[in-house]
C-alpha cells in the first residue's frame, strides 16, 4: 500500500470529525463521539435486534444535521476534484475546471427558470439543465462526427455567457422571486438530507472508480492526437471522460450548488507531490478534493457564527489566489497538464 493513501484517509477522517465536532452550537467531544456511536448501533439494530439503549441529548444535531452536512461536501468535494483532474487531462489545460463546458452556467439557468415556476423544482431543474447544456455544447462543437478540444472549450465558454445573460436578466425582472436561490448559487450544505449523501456517495465512488480504473487512457489522452498512434480510440474516449465529468459535476450542483475552485485546485496540489501519473493521481486528488470542501465548509460554520457563510464564496476566498499563482507560471512557462 503507497504512503499517501492511509495518509489521506487518515485526513479524511480527522477533517470529517472535526466537521461534525465544531459548529454554531459547541458541543464536548463526550456529545459528539456519544451521538456517533448511538447512529452506528441503531443502524446496526436493524440487523442484530439489539436496543442501543438511551438516546444522547445531542444526537439530533450531530447524526441529523451536521454529519450529513459533513458527508455530503466530503462526497461532492471527491466528485469536483475528480471531474477536475479529468477536466486538465481531457482539454490538455492545467487550468481548466469541471465548470468550463457550461455546467454552471447551465445550472444556474435551470434554477432562475424554475424559481419562476416553483422553488421546490430548483435542483432537479439544476441537474436537468447541467446535462442539456453539456450536451448542447457537444452538438455544436461536433465536425465531422469528431469533437476537437478547442472547438468544445470555446462553444463551452460561448455557452456560458449566454445563459449567464439570460439568467441575470430573469434576476434583473424578477427580483422578488429569484432571491430565493442566491444561497443555492453560491453554494451551501444547509439542510443537507441523508438521500443528497447517499446519491452523491454512489455518483462519486462509481465516477472516482471508473477514472483510478481508465488511468492509462487518461494519460494517453494528454498526448491529443498522438495517443491514436498508440492505439487509443481517442474520439470515444474522449465522450466517455466528458460523460463522467458531467455527471459528477451536476450531481454535484444538484446536491449542492454551485461550488468552485475544488477542480482547478486539488489536482495540482496532488500532481506537485505525486507527479503526473494518473494512476495515482485521481484517487489520491479525489480525497484530497474532499477534506479540502470539508475544510471550507467547516470554516463557512464558523468564521462568523451563528451566521453561516456560503461555501462557495470560502473555496472562492481560497482558490482565487492560487489560480493567480497558477496563471502567473503559465505564462511563464513553467505549468504544465
Same mark, same amino acid.
Given at each position: 500500500? @503507497?504512503?499517501?493513501?492511509?495518509?489521506?484517509?487518515l485526513l479524511s477522517?480527522?477533517?470529517?470529525?472535526?466537521?461534525?465536532?465544531?459548529?454554531?452550537?459547541?458541543?464536548?467531544?463526550? #456529545?459528539?463521539?456519544?451521538?456517533?456511536?448511538?447512529?452506528?448501533?441503531?443502524?446496526?439494530?436493524?440487523?442484530? *435486534?439489539?436496543?442501543?439503549?438511551?438516546?444522547?441529548?445531542?444526537?439530533?444535531?450531530?447524526?441529523?444535521?451536521?454529519?450529513?452536512?459533513?458527508?455530503?461536501?466530503?462526497?461532492?468535494?471527491?466528485?469536483?476534484?475528480?471531474?477536475?483532474?479529468?477536466?486538465? =487531462?481531457?482539454?490538455?489545460?492545467?487550468?481548466? #475546471?469541471?465548470?468550463?463546458?457550461?455546467?454552471?452556467?447551465?445550472?444556474?439557468?435551470?434554477?432562475?427558470?424554475?424559481?419562476?415556476?416553483?422553488?421546490?423544482?430548483?435542483?432537479? $431543474?439544476?441537474?436537468?439543465?447541467?446535462?442539456?447544456?453539456?450536451?448542447?455544447?457537444? &452538438?455544436?462543437?461536433?465536425?465531422?462526427? =469528431?469533437?476537437?478540444?478547442?472547438?468544445?472549450?470555446?462553444?463551452?465558454?460561448?455557452?456560458? $455567457?449566454?445563459?449567464?445573460?439570460?439568467?441575470?436578466?430573469?434576476?434583473?425582472? @424578477?427580483?422578488?422571486?429569484?432571491?430565493?436561490?442566491?444561497?443555492?448559487?453560491?453554494?451551501?450544505?444547509?439542510?443537507?438530507?441523508?438521500?443528497?449523501?447517499?446519491?452523491?456517495?454512489?455518483?462519486?465512488?462509481? !465516477?472516482?472508480? /471508473?477514472? &483510478?480504473? @481508465?488511468?492509462?487512457?487518461l494519460n494517453l489522452?494528454?498526448?491529443?492526437?498522438?495517443?491514436?498512434?498508440?492505439?487509443? #480510440?481517442?474520439?470515444?474516449?474522449?465522450?466517455? $471522460?466528458?460523460?463522467?465529468?458531467?455527471?459528477?459535476? =451536476?450531481?454535484?450542483?444538484?446536491?449542492?450548488?454551485?461550488?468552485?475552485?475544488?477542480?482547478?485546485?486539488?489536482?495540482?496540489?496532488?500532481?506537485?507531490?505525486?507527479?503526473?501519473?494518473?494512476?495515482?493521481?485521481?484517487?489520491?486528488?479525489?480525497? /484530497? *478534493?474532499?477534506?479540502?470542501?470539508?475544510?471550507?465548509?467547516?470554516?463557512?460554520?464558523?468564521?462568523?457564527?451563528?451566521?453561516?457563510?456560503?461555501?462557495?464564496?470560502?473555496?472562492?476566498?481560497?482558490?482565487?489566489?492560487? /489560480?493567480?499563482?497558477?496563471?502567473?507560471?503559465?505564462?511563464? !512557462?513553467?505549468?504544465?497538464?
Open positions: 500500500m @503507497r504512503k499517501w493513501l492511509p495518509a489521506l484517509l477522517a480527522v477533517s470529517i470529525f472535526l466537521g461534525v465536532y465544531f459548529g454554531p452550537v459547541s458541543l464536548s467531544l463526550h #456529545d459528539v463521539t456519544s451521538s456517533l456511536l448511538y447512529g452506528i448501533e441503531l443502524k446496526l439494530s436493524r440487523f442484530t *435486534g439489539i436496543n442501543p439503549g438511551e438516546k444522547p441529548d445531542y444526537f439530533i444535531i450531530v447524526w441529523q444535521l451536521r454529519l450529513p452536512e459533513v458527508l455530503l461536501a466530503y462526497f461532492v468535494g471527491l466528485a469536483l476534484a475528480g471531474a477536475g483532474v479529468t477536466s486538465q =487531462a481531457l482539454f490538455r489545460n492545467p487550468l481548466a #475546471d469541471p465548470y468550463i463546458i457550461g455546467i454552471s452556467s447551465g445550472a444556474a439557468l435551470g434554477s432562475a427558470i424554475a424559481v419562476l415556476i416553483n422553488p421546490v423544482y430548483m435542483a432537479p $431543474f439544476a441537474l436537468i439543465f447541467s446535462f442539456l447544456s453539456v450536451f448542447i455544447v457537444y &452538438t455544436i462543437s461536433r465536425v465531422d462526427g =469528431a469533437v476537437p478540444v478547442d472547438t468544445l472549450l470555446l462553444a463551452g465558454i460561448a455557452y456560458g $455567457f449566454l445563459a449567464n445573460a439570460v439568467t441575470w436578466y430573469i434576476y434583473v425582472t @424578477r427580483p422578488q422571486k429569484t432571491h430565493l436561490s442566491w444561497m443555492w448559487l453560491l453554494g451551501s450544505f444547509n439542510g443537507s438530507t441523508w438521500g443528497d449523501v447517499k446519491i452523491m456517495l454512489v455518483v462519486s465512488l462509481a !465516477g472516482i472508480l /471508473f477514472l &483510478t480504473w @481508465r488511468w492509462r487512457e489522452v494528454l498526448l491529443g492526437e498522438e495517443s491514436i498512434a498508440l492505439g487509443l #480510440d481517442l474520439h470515444m474516449y474522449r465522450k466517455i $471522460f466528458l460523460g463522467v465529468i458531467a455527471t459528477l459535476t =451536476a450531481f454535484s450542483v444538484y446536491t449542492s450548488g454551485i461550488i468552485g475552485f475544488i477542480g482547478l485546485v486539488s489536482p495540482h496540489i496532488m500532481r506537485l507531490i505525486l507527479g503526473p501519473n494518473h494512476r495515482e493521481l485521481v484517487p489520491a486528488t479525489a480525497l /484530497f *478534493g474532499g477534506t479540502l470542501l470539508v475544510t471550507a465548509d467547516l470554516l463557512a460554520r464558523t468564521l462568523a457564527k451563528p451566521m453561516v457563510i456560503p461555501v462557495g464564496v470560502v473555496t472562492a476566498l481560497m482558490g482565487a489566489p492560487f /489560480f493567480l499563482y497558477l496563471l502567473m507560471k503559465h505564462k511563464r !512557462g513553467e505549468l504544465v497538464a
